[in-house]
């Protein structure tokens, strides 16, 4: 049990140091207030050490490597999977947060290295040592891989995200459980490592929540890279022989696929279990997800004023490094403003994008880029709604970049006011791409105004104009 | 002389069949009205045969080659020239224009192969053969290289754009006269393919239009490249030696440059000389190219109404395919409606992104990618400006793409309006990143609103997120 004296006092106390926490704690003290964060494991988070950059990582050279075979008059580019892998260590530091503690330093964020929880209000117990914020504490935990209650699944130690980011191994034979942007990545960079690559996903599609066409565009792909996808497949039970032998997928309606590593990238479960939440009267979802108002207060907080607030992945609004970080910026300008008594800023109080929609790139090859609402979720919000699809090789600049170059673009148009309300991009260098729907979207740019938005020749940003020309501009 | 017979008579004449022509001529058929168009050399026009796509396909591999070669775990990449040259060719069609033609033919547009004369309102003559328009023509004739009076240039058959984008054979020494786009671009290629390449340029920096940052990127590349780059190197005489032996130019206050060939792209000069405009009236400005007015009618031009147009780089607004071909949307509409008498679209009566600053990409080695207006521009126009610069770097996903990115991103922001006028990128891989302020230009999205527009992490595009913070935002 700790004792209770207040070992240090911070005007902010920020649980949990991944970007989400980062930004969160650097705003607060650009208001001017003194601020810590606590983090158990590593500085920079999941994000930077386990998903994004270490995926982004091992994937660049490939895409890359094949950008190059796919234009005549660039020769013998081949991926090295130990220079893919030493890239990656590279990124990751060799899971060393040196460089991020050092700007928390620089920047004067203090840090807690232990584990963070709620013991009352506005106090924080840190292994045993209380702490207390003066003003709030932003929880910013994130999420864990969701391993589910399969038979046999735990005993046969998957992997989750963090193996498959980490491994300096490439197995000889590697299934993934789920076909979500993780399961697809990674599908991607270990086939063209060398794995023979099984995809199980239940559903009949791959990612979920995209656009149909970009689905089976990514599993076509797939194939295509010798990866066996397995669409509508149920896993039943899992085994594994001996501690390091051959692990083995049962699947309903009989089937087997046995492998040497499972990869379980099936949903993330928030970090919220041994938080202390039930000392303040925090509210969760059944999920386990943190309830916030559109402030990022967390619901049933006691008090008579807010000073406990959620971001990112743990209030489980949207599951993605870029908008957490969007929270905490909105978040960490409001906590600051309240504190020093500043009028709040519109903009901190509504991080209104959330509502639109998140823009998403998944790395694959071809890549998907999306913005705003696929045609199903703007159907489904009641917008009367006219899609318009075209291959991307309508724009000269899209043969440019590749001989026979193969993809798809769709916009979402929100009839009634003449706006856009989503984008979807499929094909090789689509990623950057979507950031024109965001601009859209969020400006609420009519697409009469649109028109006028002349994109340069022979980029593949042409796109834009066909959309718009088979839309009847 | 011709004989006064129309041999035939269409709702509208277009004279030139370059991208802007095609455009001119779908919109006024899309219309519902009968159009030709008259074509003295290729249909697809100096852009598709000898500009924007034919050094497109020459530097992609090249640069899809360097963008591997920058990555760890990409290896062996090389430059393939003979590939190189037969992409090219396979772009260029081998100066066929077939491909164009059919699709004239598929889309209802009639050619008259030829060269285009007015000889009075409405009338046209090609090749001695009259033909009469109803409502319209539109002159799209585009421009020529502008080969300078320099003692013993034109004798020594230097190259223009058309030869350097052409040529099948790659000179051991290339010397280029200018230092603009083309020029640098084509630097780029040669320099790549195998030349020693010597740049001229008499102003004190490449690329004139474009913010100094990105010029002097540009010119410290192509040293590194391998390029001599002579800055404030005035061209005073050349002379060849024979028919087909060494080109040299004499350089103001001494010094000689020697070559095998000597491309000149110091410029361009409207196709106007021999157009008939003075049986029409039609004023030019004092270097040729045609007078217009908003909605692009030629000024002079007899007749009650009006009748004659021009688009493209012949008005000399802006001489770029992109901005030409939306130009040609504008007015191919706005001849549409005049001459079937439905409501003028607001829209094709004002292009007025012409007056915003024009989108466009320099694919050397860094790209360039601009939108809107420059700093010194935008001061120009008394605008109060802020500009913000950072390293690309800032944005994680730079570093993701290329080891040791390097590369510069600005934005120019009204203060008064709180909104964007102008941004540059200079970077490998940066074309596609100017679409996003080509469009918050347009749409005049404040930049208060496109703080919600979050971009993608870990995508080249959060750029944008790391322009606003430093902003201020």
Known sequence: ?????????????????????????????????????????????????????????????????????????????????????????????????????????????????????LVGERRVEVDGRLFEARHAVIVCTGTS???????????????????????????DRLAILG????????????????????????????LGRSEAFAAEAVAESLRRQGVDVRLGAEATAVSRLGPT??????????GRISADE?????????????????????KTDDR?????SEQMEVEGATGDRPWLYAVGDVNGIVLLTHMGKYQARACG?????????????????????????????VYTDPEV???????????????????????????AGSGLQAEGYQGQARIVVDEDAGTLVGATFVGQDVAELVQPATVAITGRVPLATLWHAVPVFPAMSEIWLRLLEEYGL
């Open 333 to 361: 300008d409001l906590v600051g403003a309240r504190a020093t008594d500043r009028p709040e800023d519109p903009r901190s109080m509504t991080p209104w994008a959330l509502d639109l929609g998140a823009p998403q790139v």
């Open 369 to 395: 880029a999306s913005a705003g609402l696929t045609e199903q979720q703007a159907r489904e919000r009641g917008i009367r709604v006219r899609v318009v699809d075209i291959p991307m090789d309508k724009a």
């Open 288 to 292: 386990g997800y943190l309830q916030v």
């Open 145 to 171: 891989p969701l391993v589910p209650d399969l038979p046999g699944l735990r005993e046969a130690r998957p992997w989750t995200n963090r193996e498959a980011t980490t491994s300096r191994r490439v197995p």
């Open 245 to 254: 032998g051959e692990v083995t997928v049962e699947l309903g309606g009989g």
């Open 1 to 117: 049990m700790a004792d209770s004296t207040v070992h240090h006092t911070w005007d902010v106390i920020v649980i949990g140091a991944g970007p989400v926490g980062e930004n969160a704690a650097d705003r607060v003290r650009k208001a001017g207030l003194t601020v810590a964060v606590v983090e158990k494991h590593l500085v920079g988070g999941e994000c930077s050490f386990y998903a994004c950059s270490p995926s982004k990582a091992l994937l660049r050279p490939i895409l890359a490597t094949r950008a190059s075979e796919r234009v005549q008059g660039s020769e013998g580019a081949r991926v090295d999977p130990a220079g893919v892998l030493a890239r990656r260590d590279a990124w990751i530091s060799g899971l060393s947060d040196e460089g991020a503690v050092g700007w928390l330093e620089h920047v004067g964020i203090d840090l807690l290295r232990g584990t963070g929880r």
């Open 262 to 282: 499972l990869l379980v990238a099936v949903g993330r479960v928030p970090n919220t279990a041994d938080l202390g939440l039930e000392t303040v009267g925090a």
């Open 179 to 206: 076909g979500g942007a993780v399961a697809c990545e990674l599908a991607v960079v270990y086939a063209a490592l060398g794995s023979m690559v099984t995809v199980i996903e239940q559903e009949e599609q791959l």
